[in-house]
Every structure is written in C-alpha cells, then in structure tokens.
C-alpha cells in the first residue's frame, strides 16, 4: 500500500537556472564521512545529516514529478500516401518532469536512506500541498557490499553512507520495446528482424515479409532489416536514457537548494536488482529462470510491487501485447473516446487509429519466437535494468576550505542549513 511520507511546510525560493548551471558540481564529501589516507585525507567533524521530507519531496519531483498532461503535439491521421503518422506510439498523456520514449515513463525510483527502502509511486508538485507516495520495502538502508563488482572500487568511500539520501533508478525495458514493435511492424515502418544467434531465423516473422506477400521489407537493399542482437541493444538503449535525465534533474535541484552528491554508475546491477539475493538483497526483483540451456536468468520485476509485462507476471507474451493494446485503446484508455486528452475539444472529433493489425499479428509472432527459442524476453537484454545511481548529502564545507581555493562552494551550500533547517553548523 502506498503511504504518504510527511505534510510540506513552505515553498522554498531556489537559484535561477544560469547559476545553477554555472555551479554545477559534483560534492562528494558530507557530513560524517571521511577520506582516509592521501593529498585530501580528512575526517568530518560534525555527525552524518539526514535529508528533510521537504528536501526529499524536491528532489523527487525533480526526477520523476508529475506535471499534469503533457502536449501529444503528433501527426494521428494518416499521411497523403495512407500510411499512419504513427502518433499512437505514445503510451500515455500523463507529463513528468524528465522526458520519456513514447512516454512511457518506464524508469522508476528505489530510494534507500537510514529509514528503509522505498518504491517512489506518485510524486505530485511540492506546491500542490501533496505528498509523494512511496512503498516502504523493507527497514533499514540498503546495504551494498563496499567491494567489487558491487559497489566500483572509487565509490566506496562516499557512496550511501549514514546521512545520505540514495536513488536508483530502473527502467523497464519491455514496456518500452513492446510499445516500439507496435511501430517498427507497421506498414510505414516495416522492418524484419533476423537472429543472427540462431542462423539468421526470421525470428517469427516468416509469413510477414514482402518476398512471401506481407509487409515487411525483407530486402536487404530497403536497409529495413536489422539483428534481434541490435534490435535488443537499440532499444534497451533508448529506454534507459531515460535514467541520465532523470539523474540530471535531480543533480540540478540538489544544487539549487545547496546540498551535495551527484551521479555515478552502479557496480554490478544485477546484484544491485537482486539476482544474488543470498550476498545482499539488492532491490528484491525476482529473476525468472530460462528452461534453454546456457541462457542466463531474466529480471522481470518485483513481485505485487511492480511486475513486468512478461511471463511470469503474464501468462505469455501474447498476452502482454493484448495488455499493452488494452492500455491504449481499451475503454477509458489514452486514445478511447472517453479518454482523458490534452487538447481542446474541436481537435477531438477526429477518433485516433489502432495499430494495425498486421502489426499487432507480427508482434505477438515476433515476441513468440524469442520466447521459444530463448526462454525469456527480450533474449539479449534484460528486461529491467540500472546503471546509475544518484546521491545526496549536506556538504562539510570544512573540507572544501581546508583543501579549495575560495570560493569554492557556493553560498548556498554555505547558508543552506540556516534556510532549510533553521539552523547553523
């Protein structure tokens, strides 16, 4: 159950967004920590800080916040030529704070801090009088083993300590390359994928393509096939952007309220998700076991928390495409005549098109084939996946005097506990 975690207080004025930029910089040493040994050997002498609730609720809206309906400024209707302008690739009218592939929102937040472990729900405006929703997952900070591959050897020092405030995010990948099938399988688009792993197989597409009467160019000279491998890659790379951006905005918020921190990359995520469970928890995702031999294990989501659109949340991959179609096109979906829209009412007259159905038949074949053959989807990329992580702690600003050139931090860094917290350290 989702649970409000505290009730704001004020509005807080921030630095306009050229200073921040200008300022931006990565802070890594906070109250409490300590570098052992070297040029920059130094021990905190004031006691690690906790972040505020209100400190919290900014940074998480910065990240994954949510900004009422987004614009769905894109071509419905189909082109001179009657192909789709395949703008029912959105997934969803709802904004966020960070962009998002066919919005699809599919990075999350885990947030860790001396309190527990937290699944960020809902992050509404900090000015709205509304609290973020978060499910508490378990007490106590996430542990990561301070040792390689868990935790990347120059991070150890610093990263998620006592005081500290630290966020992963995980992206969906299914969601994401479901949704993009959808659009590389229609009739404008058109692609066909071969396996390269398997000798070249048409990875399910066989009755699809344009040499045997479909749709798909199969004709190398069209430059519209492409590898299951890179079709993997490409999409799983398009999908986590998502997180760098997500990171980005809270680095910036982190500098315009003066605290410290910033990004860096995880160790090993599949630890970091959960798939050695017995060596630290990790995120508590279940790693579903392909019955094909030499296949490895498959994140794909955590149970009653947040499930991927794969077995075995769904019963099979056909299953998923029909959910994710529902989705849109159901009653009360995005693109149904009673779904919610941003636009006035004279530019929804018009009803929006279904993908067509070729291409929903293509997919469900496609999808099917990885599974068969593979034991999970998608084959090559896990289906949820981190590769950074983001911090925040109040700086000592002892250290950066003792070791830095003046100024080397920021006066709001220097005044933030008197503005914050009504205090001084």
Same mark, same amino acid.
């Given at each position: 159950m ?5 009730? @704001? ?13 200008? =300022?931006?910089?990565t802070? &890594?040493?906070? $109250?409490g920590?300590e570098i ?12 690690p800080?906790?972040? !505020?609730?209100?400190?919290i ?10 900004t009422g ?15 789709d302008?395949?703008?029912?690739a ?11 592939? $066919?919005?699809a ?5 885990f947030v860790?801090?001396d309190?527990g #472990?937290h699944f960020?729900?809902?992050v509404?405006d900090? %000015?709205?009088g509304e609290v973020?929703?978060?499910? +508490?997952?378990r007490?106590g900070?996430l ?6 591959p868990y935790?990347l050897?120059?991070?150890?020092w610093y990263?998620?300590?006592?005081g ?10 299914v ?11 229609? %009739? ?6 071969v396996d390269?792993?398997?000798g070249?197989?048409? $990875?399910? #597409? ?8 479909g749709?798909l160019h ?8 492409? *590898?299951l491998?890179? #079709?993997?890659?490409?999409i !799983?790379d *398009? ?6 951006v997500?990171? =980005? ?5 982190e500098?315009?309220?003066?605290l410290?921190?910033?990004i860096h /990359?995880?160790? !090993?995520s ?7 469970p017995?060596?630290?928890q990790?995120?508590g995702f ?6 094909? !031999?030499?296949i ?5 989501g ?7 659109? $794969?077995?075995?949340?769904? /019963?099979?991959?056909e299953?998923?495409?029909?959910r994710?179609?529902?989705? +849109?096109?159901g009653e009360g979906?995005?693109y149904s005549?009673?779904?919610?829209k941003p636009?006035?009412? /004279?530019? =929804? ?8 159905? &070729?291409?929903i ?12 053959t593979?034991g ?5 990329? %896990?289906?949820?996946? *981190? ?5 925040a ?6 250290f950066?005097d &003792?070791?830095?050139p ?5 006066? @709001?860094h220097?005044e933030h ?6 205090c001084d &350290?």
């Amino acid at each position: 159950m989702a649970i409000p975690l505290y009730q @704001t207080s004020s509005s807080i004025s921030v630095q306009p967004i050229l200073e921040v930029l200008r =300022q931006r910089k990565t802070r &890594r040493f906070g $109250c409490g920590m300590e570098i052992p040994a070297g040029s920059l050997r130094y021990r905190s002498e004031l006691p690690p800080i906790p972040l !505020s609730q209100e400190e919290i609720h900014y940074l998480l809206f910065a990240g994954v916040g949510q900004t009422g309906m987004h614009l769905g400024d894109m071509q419905y209707a189909p082109r001179p030529g009657g192909e789709d302008g395949q703008g029912m690739a959105i997934m969803g009218f709802q904004g966020r704070t960070v962009p998002s592939p $066919c919005a699809a929102q599919a990075t999350r937040l885990f947030v860790t801090d001396d309190t527990g #472990l937290h699944f960020v729900v809902r992050v509404p405006d900090p %000015d709205s009088g509304e609290v973020p929703s978060l499910v +508490k997952l378990r007490e106590g900070r996430l542990e990561i083993p301070r040792e390689m591959p868990y935790m990347l050897s120059f991070n150890q020092w610093y990263a998620n300590r006592p005081g500290t405030l630290y966020l992963i995010p995980v992206t969906d990948i299914v969601s994401v390359y479901l949704n993009l099938l959808l659009v590389l399988f229609s %009739d404008e688009c058109g692609y066909f994928v071969v396996d390269s792993d398997n000798g070249n197989a048409p $990875c399910g #597409l066989d009755a699809f393509r344009r040499s045997r009467g479909g749709h798909l160019h199969d004709d190398l000279a069209k430059r519209r096939t492409m *590898t299951l491998r890179d #079709l993997d890659g490409a999409i !799983s790379d *398009t999908a986590l952007q998502e997180q760098a951006v997500a990171c =980005q905005n809270m680095f910036l918020m982190e500098q315009a309220i003066g605290l410290g921190g910033g990004i860096h /990359s995880v160790g !090993s995520s599949r630890h970091l998700l959960g798939w050695e469970p017995q060596i630290f928890q990790g995120l508590g995702f279940h790693f579903a076991q392909s019955p094909v !031999s030499g296949i490895r294990s498959n994140p794909v989501g955590v149970p009653d928390v947040w499930e991927g659109p $794969c077995p075995p949340f769904t /019963s099979s991959m056909e299953e998923a495409v029909l959910r994710l179609m529902t989705s +849109k096109f159901g009653e009360g979906a995005p693109y149904s005549p009673s779904g919610a829209k941003p636009w006035a009412d /004279s530019a =929804q007259t018009t009803p929006i098109r279904r993908h067509d159905q &070729r291409a929903i038949d293509a997919t469900i074949a496609f999808c099917n084939y990885v599974m068969r053959t593979y034991g999970r989807f998608p084959a090559h990329a %896990d289906a949820f996946k *981190t590769v950074i992580a983001f911090q925040a702690h109040h700086v000592d600003s002892a250290f950066y005097d &003792r070791f830095y050139p003046q100024p080397s931090l920021p006066v @709001t860094h220097r005044e933030h506990m008197s503005h914050w917290h009504q205090c001084d &350290r």
